[in-house]
């Protein structure tokens, strides 16, 4: 049995709820039906005071190091995409999300500038030595090979996969799973967008977003926004209200109510100006959703020719996107055929064995 310590700490903040966050705890579930492969999270036993990056870091690195050196496992894999302290190099596998650490640190100033570079330069020296990085696209392994200068040889592409429940089949529950999101059977049309609103990430551009959907006219659509609320959920309450749109906010959904709100929605929008995977698009074509979304990161190689592609940071090109899709039937009926088909690829089996190869060969000083 080949042993594995997982850093789960991003389980333990405001990633839990996140994209980060979703990847460690599906990636945790399929590995367990992998054989030969044992994987152990380790958690904080309380959460970080603070969000920000390096006290979270820190935060974690004591209970990881005690548990490595008591379980002395083969490797040490760094789920949220960071290496840990304590641990030989030569043993590590961290998961890359993206580089926007290194994008936009040199642009911050003041002490949190200088903190964030400061843990900026401790945490590209580590990954730079570990054994292997896992990137969940091509396009986060050739940021990671111009950001970090590490060789594409020790860049393993491991994409994510369609998480169980999200299918196109509705079930029994559906009508009272998106009533409980505020949605009721004969409200007419919604947009869907999903991902954590805990915190501002201008890359996610949902005051693009709103404005694209003011444009289509009062009350045309409603738009969900699901995920953990916070701060953003106030300043794109406010947005909505300046804009005049139907904005619902049902705050965090369980998976079974995600996928059912996105069963039932007349597309799922996702208007980021980058995105290292988008597993939001995978989820709404497993759903048979109709998907508009941008240009940006990895959604052209991930969506193809099962969704609407328009240009980022645009809200009249979003605008005319979604209102393809909402006044062409023939085109929603063939995204929502095409959408699964494309899904189909991706699943989190094919995810968990591709990981277990790179500890294997980790182990083995490939």
Known sequence: MLDVLADASCLSDARREAGIGRYATLLLDAMAGVE?????????????????????????????????????????????????????????????????????????????????????????????????????????????????????????????????????TPTPRDDALRASCGIGADDGPYLVWTGSLRFRDPRKALEVLVDAVAGLGPRAVRLVLAGAPGAETRRVAALARQWRVHVILPGHVPDDALAALLRGAAAAVVPSLHEGFGLPALEAMACGTPVVCTRAGNLPALVGDAGVLVEPGSAEALRSGVASVLGDGVLAATLREAGPHRAAEFTWRRTAEMTADVYRAVAAGR
Not at 45 to 69: I, N, Y
Not at 93 to 105: C, F, K, M, N, P
Not at 135 to 156: C, F, N, P, Q, Y
Request: hydrophobic share 45%; net charge positive; charged share 20%.
């Open 36 to 168: 030969g492969i044992s994987v152990d999270p380790v958690v904080p036993g309380r959460p970080s005071r603070s969000e920000a990056r390096p006290v979270r870091w820190l935060r974690a690195q004591p209970r990881l190091a005690w548990e490595a050196l008591r379980r002395r496992p083969a490797v040490v894999h760094g789920l949220g995409g960071e290496a840990v302290l304590g641990w030989p190099p030569s043993r590590q596998v961290v998961t890359l999300h993206d580089l926007e650490l290194w994008r936009g640190a040199d642009a911050l100033r003041g002490p949190r500038g200088a903190m964030l570079r400061g843990y900026a330069g401790v945490m590209e020296g580590g990954l730079r030595r570990c054994a292997a990085l896992v990137a969940i696209s091509d396009v986060v392994a050739a940021e990671a090979v111009e950001a970090l200068g590490v060789s594409l040889e020790r860049i393993h592409v491991v994409p994510h996969g369609v998480p169980p429940g999200f299918s196109a």
